[in-house]
């Protein structure tokens, strides 16, 4: 029982960290909240494959519909992860390096973080509208694999503040070991579509492709900067679902 209590609490307490979903009364453990963040995204998925069903039952036009789609995966958030690719964003555009982090801890948006979160959206909207079939599959595996991007920066990379929201992300995914478990659990889930949706084959082969892009975005945040913080952590997830939708659409159109 302790087991189940145990886990039951770093659950909700994932679920309050990374959405806007209210969570029952319980006493939570905020400890390992990193080590379910792609499960997290399945989650978030999942409530967006059915957000995008219903419109598309009442007959919204898939552009409109994917807007809506990709406004309610930020409010979802709450925009926890735009507002680290806003925020990186500006540091980046810092020329000297020693004054990045601190423009990324001033919370005033700069032009180059209103920029990110224009292209950001445009990205999303426009690719998940050139997503015709299966959106109720990809969605959730789209931000799954974000969200394991957002483990392989924290297990992989040196991290850059002695305290904040990512710090006990640190504490939390030390080595590769700490992220094999969601790994395997998004290649079978992506796997599915190879072996049992026949005509879908070009969706499992997309999803896999989320695996590569989700080892290269930490690895370009970390070549830019260093190492990471939490800015950089919500900006590999936004950046990596954007790519593998981008990504989704080429496989789309040539399988």
């Known amino acids: 029982m302790k087991f189940l209590s145990d886990g039951l609490a770093s659950l909700l307490a994932a679920i309050a960290f990374y959405t806007c979903i209210p969570v029952p009364a319980w006493t939570l453990d905020f400890r390992w ?30 552009l409109t519909r994917s807007a809506v789609v990709v406004v309610a995966w930020v409010a979802i958030t709450g925009g926890l992860h735009l507002d680290g690719a806003m925020d990186t964003a500006d540091g980046l555009a810092v020329t000297d390096p020693k004054r990045r982090l601190e423009v990324m801890v001033d919370s005033h948006t700069g032009a180059f973080g209103a920029i990110a979160a224009i292209a950001l959206l445009l990205l999303k909207t426009v690719a998940l509208s050139e997503l015709l079939d299966w959106r109720w599959f990809l969605l959730p595996l789209v931000a799954g694999w974000g969200r394991w991007a957002q483990q392989v920066a924290i297990a992989r990379y040196p991290y850059l503040k002695p305290t904040g929201k990512g710090a006990f992300h640190k504490a939390a995914i030390r080595s590769w070991q700490d992220v094999v478990p969601s790994l395997l659990m998004l290649l079978l889930l992506g796997l599915l579509p190879m072996f ?20 290269v975005v930490p690895a370009w945040f970390n070549r830019k900067l260093g190492g990471h913080t939490g800015d950089t952590y919500g900006a590999v997830v936004e950046w990596t679902e954007a790519f593998l939708l981008i990504s989704l659409t080429a496989f789309q159109s040539h399988f």
């Open 196 to 215: 049992v949706f026949l005509n879908a084959r070009w969706l499992g082969i997309g999803l896999l492709s989320g695996g590569a892009i989700a080892l």
């Open 33 to 62: 909240v990193a080590r379910l963040a792609p499960l997290i995204g399945l989650g978030i998925g999942a409530l967006l494959g059915l957000l995008d069903y219903t419109l598309q039952s009442v007959g919204m036009p898939i």
